[in-house]
Structures are given as structure tokens and as C-alpha cells.
């Protein structure tokens, strides 16, 4: 088990390095997105209408293929006619990917008309169609990179795509005046590149085979899941679009940003681990110690990101001000604690409801999902009148709970993993108070704020110490760590021993 967890933490830094990456690109446009020169503060809330319908679309374009390749791959029925088996996933993703943009491209007056009320928005919506499409076929490319733990091709890769996109927007905006649509237009050129910078990797990886009665199967494994993957986006979407029916566009705006700073831990944190453990649970799914891998996967997680959550929530304001080109987005220090909070719950849904894939009761999942993305619409719809961009945060928490513990519970009733709860629970409470406090400290000076939650992230891992949280052999497994990377004249020799973790089994 010590070298599958040496194994998820080197390619979880690889794949972190890569999503870091892409958190700089967007903190770096978030100063010129918000700068009045130019957007205003009401074409901000704009583009995160833009992005979220985005991620629903391509959702909707990728269909239920991503899911059901990603189970068959390592079957050991498909182990031998792998390429055929991608061969004849990518081609029918194509197909319906394709088929759909035709039917959506016709229909991209009506789109704008539903989100904006105005049929001015038409191109602008025929980008997001095409980004949405080709971003849900490399998508499927990226999953076969992860299953074959490419983590250093896909995070280059994907360097390689951001990079362009980032000089592409940069250019478009500032020297082309092109808005909004140079946003979009950079992004459709980014995909396009990504997938011609990978087709030799592509064409190697096919062999042509077409099996009716596998990919018959596939669809029926996989459309459950991709209702519920469906679902999914539209519950962590459904707080902009019901602040864009029920509020204003400068509440979406605000709500925009905040959702970003707290995605900075979901992506560079949550999604790296679920990048990496994804294919070490399917293959670990048979071996002993896969429970106890389980386990403390989702402790050693859950950790990492509730430390990333209270320093994030501790410094949102400071953080607010420097990365903004407007005092009007000041205000979203009040709401990043509480969708900061809920990324810890997304993040042990992420592990717990492993269970429910293993044991293959894709329809369960779909279930939870649905309900949970009920729910969330309910709340908003209570709470946005109520408390505005608060109001949508309190339900994207709630529902996140709820989300989590559903997955949980059913989880452990079809695959039970003996986890540690207690901890999980200090964990959790700690961190929340922790987060909280800094909403105290608002109007404090600078230099009194900045020492206050500077000592307060540096006292939080010691009071989880005194609340017995770390085993002695954890903390041991910490001291070797530190006592070896410590030492710099050992630095090659430590980073060429990350390439001889390989997986135990």
C-alpha cells in the first residue's frame, strides 16, 4: 500500500503542477476581466453565465462514452483490444459530438434569448458550442492518458493548450478590442491545437474495431452515469443561473469571483488526487489492502485541503484586492468561506463514492445526483430572494453536504471502507472555525490582520496535534519527509527516485 500512496502523491503533484498551471492563467485574466476599461462589472457576470453554460454543454456533448471507456479499459474481458476499444469510443464520440453541434449551432439565437433576454449574443453562443465540443472529445483523449498514468504527456499537453489560450485572449482583448467573443474565439483555437499536438499520440493509441454489442453496453453502463453527470454540473451551476434569474448580473459577477478563488483548492488540490486515484481504484479494486487505501486517501485529502481552505478563507480579502481591478468585487470575502467549505465536501464525495463504481450501481449514483441537484434549486430559490449571492452560497454548502453524505452512506452499504470519522469530524470543525474567524478581522489594520492569520494558519496543524488527528507513524513518515527534501545537495538524486514509484500490484 506505502508504494500505491508514494505513486498517488507523485503523479498528484504532476497533475497539480498542471492544474496550478491553469489557475494562473485565470488569475491572471481575473485583473482584466475586471477592469472597467474593458468589461464592466455586469459583462463579467456575463462571462460566468458563458463558462458555466459551457461546462453543461459539454457535459451534454461528451454524452455517456467518458464513463463507461474509462470502465472498460482495465476490464479484463478488453485488456487485449484496448486501441480497438478506443478506436471505437473516440469514433462514436465524434459521431455524436458532431450531431449534436448541428442540431445547437441552428438553435444559438434561442440560447442567448433564454440566458440574456436579447438574440444579441448569437456568435458569442456558437463559440461556446464549438469550445464545448472539441473540449469534450480531448476529454475522452484525456481520460486514455490517465489510464495509462501519462501524467507528465497530459499535464504538458495541457500546458501546451493553456498557454496558447492565455496569449491568444490576452492578444484579442487588448489589441484586437474583440470582447467577449475573443474569450471564446481563443479557446475554440486552444482545443483545436491541443488535439493536433496529440494525434500522433492519438493514431498510435487506435487500432480500427467495432464491436455493436460492447458498445451497446458501454451506452447502458454509461447513460445513468452521464444523467448524473449532467446532473452534477447543473447542481454546481445552478447558483449562477438562479442569481441570473432571481438577482442581477452584478450578483453574478460577484458570485463568479468568489466561486473562482475557491475553486483554486478544487482544482489544484481535488481534481489532481481524483486525476491520479481514479485509475489506481479500478486497479486496486481486488487487492487486500484496497480498503485501508481507501481510508486513508480520503484522510490524507481531506487534510490537504482543509489546510488549503482555511488559508484561502484567512487572506480572501487581501487576496480580493490585489487580483481585482475594481473596488466592486470587495464584497465577496463575506461568501468564499462557505464555498471554500463545500469543496471539502465535494472533495471526500470525490473518494466515498468509489464504492458505488466498483460495485457498478451507476444508477444509484444517478439517483443521488439528481436529488441532490433538486435540492440545491430548492434552496436557491428560498435563499437567493432572502440573502442574494449569500443566500446562493449557503445552498451550494448544504447541498454539497448533502451530496457527500448520500454517496457515503450507500457507498459503505455496497462496499464498506472502515474510515476514519472521528478525525474526519475534528477535521472539519476545526477548520470551519478556523475559516470563519476571518470574517472578524475585516476591519482590522493591515499589519494586525496579516499577523493574526498568518499565526492562525501556522497554529492550525497543532491544534489538530493536541486533538490527537496524527498518528505517531504519520508524524514520523512528515519528520522523513522534511529531513529529505530538506537537504538540497540531494535534490537531483531525491528527484530521479520519483521516477521508480511504480504501483505494487
Known amino acids: 500500500m506505502l508504494k500505491s500512496i508514494k505513486l498517488t502523491i507523485k503523479d498528484s503533484l504532476i497533475y497539480g503542477f498542471g492544474n496550478i498551471a491553469v489557475k494562473i492563467v485565470g488569475l491572471i485574466l481575473i485583473p482584466l476581466y475586471t477592469n472597467p476599461q474593458y468589461f464592466s462589472t455586469e459583462e463579467f457576470g456575463i462571462i460566468g453565465i ?87 472529445i480531448n476529454y475522452l483523449v484525456s481520460i486514455l492518458l490517465r489510464l495509462q498514468s501519462r501524467s507528465a504527456l497530459f ?77 452534477t454540473v447543473f447542481m454546481n451551476v445552478v447558483d449562477r443561473y438562479s442569481l441570473n434569474t432571481l438577482s442581477v448580473l452584478r450578483s453574478v459577477a ?44 480520503l484522510l490524507y485529502t481531506s487534510f490537504v485541503v482543509m489546510y488549503a481552505i482555511v488559508g484561502l478563507s484567512l487572506f480572501s480579502l487581501e487576496i480580493t484586492k490585489i487580483i481585482t481591478g475594481s473596488r466592486d468585487f470587495w464584497n465577496v470575502v463575506f461568501i468564499v468561506p462557505l464555498l471554500s467549505l ?39 430559490i428560498i435563499f437567493v430572494p432572502l440573502w442574494d449571492i449569500t443566500g446562493a452560497a449557503v445552498s451550494t454548502l448544504l447541498s454539497q453536504v448533502y451530496f457527500w453524505y448520500m ?16 478525525k474526519l469530524v475534528i477535521l472539519f470543525i476545526s477548520g470551519a472555525l478556523f475559516s470563519l474567524s476571518g470574517l ?8 494586525a490582520r496579516m499577523v493574526i492569520k498568518v499565526l492562525l494558519v501556522i497554529l492550525f496543524p497543532f491544534i489538530l496535534y493536541f486533538l490527537n488527528f496524527f498518528e505517531e507513524a504519520e508524524i514520523n513518515a512528515v519528520r522523513g519527509f522534511v529531513v529529505k527534501w530538506a537537504d538540497l545537495r540531494r535534490l537531483g538524486d531525491n528527484l530521479r527516485s520519483l521516477k521508480n514509484i511504480t504501483d505494487d500490484l
Open 407 to 422: 454517496c457515503h452512506y450507500f457507498s459503505q452499504k455496497e462496499y464498506h471502507i472502515p474510515y476514519e470519522t472521528r
Open 342 to 380: 463545500s469543496i471539502f465536501f465535494i472533495s471526500m464525495k470525490e473518494i466515498t463514492v468509489y464504492g458505488l463504481y466498483i460495485t457498478k450501481k451507476s444508477r444509484l449514483i444517478s439517483y443521488i445526483i439528481v436529488s441532490a441537484t433538486i435540492l440545491n434549486i430548492v434552496l436557491n
Open 50 to 136: 458563458l463558462d458555466i453554460s459551457g461546462l453543461v454543454l459539454t457535459t451534454l456533448l461528451a454524452f455517456s462514452l467518458p464513463h463507461s471507456f474509462f470502465r472498460w479499459y482495465w476490464d479484463k474481458d478488453h485488456r487485449d483490444n484496448q486501441k480497438g476499444l478506443f478506436f471505437m469510443t473516440l469514433v462514436s464520440q465524434i459521431v455524436i459530438t458532431g450531431s449534436l453541434c448541428l442540431l445547437l449551432i441552428p438553435l444559438s439565437g434561442n440560447i442567448s434569448e433564454l440566458l440574456f433576454n436579447t438574440g444579441d449574443r448569437t456568435k458569442v453562443i456558437t463559440l461556446v458550442i464549438l469550445t464545448s465540443a472539441f473540449q469534450a
Open 440 to 447: 472578524l478581522m475585516v476591519n482590522a489594520g493591515l499589519t
Open 254 to 297: 460577484l458570485y463568479t469571483l468568489a466561486v473562482k478563488l475557491a475553486s483554486v483548492i478544487k482544482l489544484v488540490i481535488v481534481d489532481s488526487v481524483k486525476l491520479t486515484i481514479m485509475p489506481i481504484f479500478m486497479k486496486k479494486m481486488d487487492s487486500p489492502d484496497s480498503r485501508r487505501f481507501h481510508s486513508k486517501i
Open 155 to 231: 499535464t504538458f499537453s495541457n500546458l501546451f493548450k493553456l498557454t496558447t489560450v492565455l496569449f491568444l485572449t490576452l492578444y484579442l482583448i487588448i489589441v484586437k478590442k474583440a470582447g467577449i467573443e475573443g474569450i471564446y474565439l481563443a479557446q475554440v483555437t486552444g482545443n483545436v491545437l491541443y488535439l493536433l499536438a496529440l494525434s500522433g499520440y492519438i493514431i498510435k493509441n487506435c487500432k480500427v474495431s467495432f464491436n455493436k454489442i460492447v458498445l451497446r453496453e458501454m451506452h447502458v453502463y454509461g447513460f445513468p452515469l452521464f444523467l448524473g453527470s449532467l446532473a
